[in-house]
């Protein structure tokens, strides 16, 4: 599956995004979905899961601020993102896992730029 993230950009501390990422190909019901994050000069992290079931779950440091959800009419996973904060500043890359009998297939989108103000 090809990822496309979308819907990054500057927004003042206190406000809100709604990350889109579409994905091509087939199969996308069977994906779990994710989003993951690289501030400037750090690793990158996990930030959020949704399942092929739609159970999610998400990490603390956003917890109750982000939250994920899937369309897979749409062959979309999105990241609405609320009372972002300046150490929200970061890459946000989308992440498909398939589990198959070899092995997991990874995954990965181009990333969104998401910056902060204060």
């Known amino acids: 599956v090809q990822l496309q993230a979308s819907g990054g950009g500057l927004v003042q501390a206190g406000g809100s995004l709604t990350l889109s990422c579409a994905a091509s190909?087939?199969?996308?019901?069977?994906?779990?979905m994710g989003w993951y994050r690289q501030p400037p000069g750090n690793r990158r992290e996990w930030v959020a899961t949704i399942t092929t079931g739609g159970a999610t779950n998400s990490a603390d440091s956003v917890k109750g601020r982000f939250t994920i959800s899937r369309d897979n009419a749409k062959n979309t996973v999105y990241l609405q993102m609320n009372n972002l904060e300046p150490e929200d500043t970061a890459v946000y890359y989308c992440?498909?896992?398939?589990?198959?009998?070899?092995?997991?297939?990874?995954?990965w989108g181009q990333g969104t730029q998401v910056t902060v103000s204060s």
């Open positions: 992440n498909a896992v398939l589990a198959t009998m070899r092995g997991p297939i990874n995954c």
């Open positions: 190909g087939s199969m996308f019901n069977n994906y779990v």
